[in-house]
């Protein structure tokens, strides 16, 4: 068990480009979450999956940003027309079904400039 | 929503100090977790302790549910022990398991 892997690490982009990162939780885990930090915060909460299906959505998580989790493995999350304001460490967090402890990737941080 | 608040938010410590981080919350809570964030950005599993006491090398948790507060103890720090530490509760009121955090204690330990 590798535990939970993202990717890219580092995004540089231009503001009004559309981004995509990928997060592969631990295998077998069926919860899979998305998490935003911006420097000097806590991390903050803004999708959750059970397998494939979202089943929350923060108020931070605006019509820009769009979260799949397709067969309940992997997951995506896509910034459409990014801002400066986007930018920030994205974190993916799994957890198994009998486990209650959430385990986080490495982070994508996201630079708009 | 929960609230979590974590003091001292600054804590400076010389090598081989002992320290006390603390984790109030506003509400009952389902699940509570300590990590450390080191400078890279990766969050480590310290504890998960929605309850009791738990101890693991030189670091120790002890959560007390009824009073809302939760203690992570650093004993002879070294320096990497370095970096940011979070307190995170999952609030049973909410749907899902969604974490919310604290705003973190950054601990610096000076050789």
């Known amino acids: 068990d590798t535990g939970v892997s993202q990717d890219p690490r580092h995004k540089i982009t231009k503001r009004g480009q559309n981004v995509t990162f990928r997060c592969d939780p631990i295998?077998?885990?069926?919860?899979l979450y998305w998490y935003r930090q911006t420097l000097g915060q806590g991390p903050e909460f803004l999708t959750y999956f059970q397998n494939e299906a979202q089943l929350e959505k923060s108020r931070l998580l605006s019509d820009r940003f769009s979260a799949e989790r397709p067969k309940g493995s992997f997951s995506t999350l896509e910034i459409q027309r990014t801002e400066q304001g986007d930018s920030a460490m994205y974190l993916c967090a799994s957890e198994g079904y009998r486990d209650y402890e959430q385990y986080f990737g490495p982070g994508t941080r996201l630079t708009v400039t | 929503g929960i609230q979590v608040e974590q003091s001292p938010p600054d804590l400076i410590l010389q090598e081989g100090a002992n320290s006390t981080l603390r984790c109030n919350f506003s509400?009952?809570?389902?699940?509570l977790q300590w990590f450390h964030q080191n400078p890279w950005g990766q969050l480590i599993n310290l504890f998960y302790i929605p309850s009791g006491t738990k101890q693991n090398g030189r670091l120790s948790a002890t959560t007390v549910a009824t009073e809302r507060y939760s203690l992570l103890y650093i004993s002879s720090s070294q320096t990497t022990d370095s970096g940011v530490y979070f307190c995170a509760v999952e609030d049973p009121k909410a749907a899902g398991n969604k974490l919310t955090f604290g705003g973190g204690t950054r601990v610096l330990v000076k050789p």
């Open positions: 295998s077998e885990h069926n919860r």
């Open positions: 509400d009952s809570v389902n699940n």
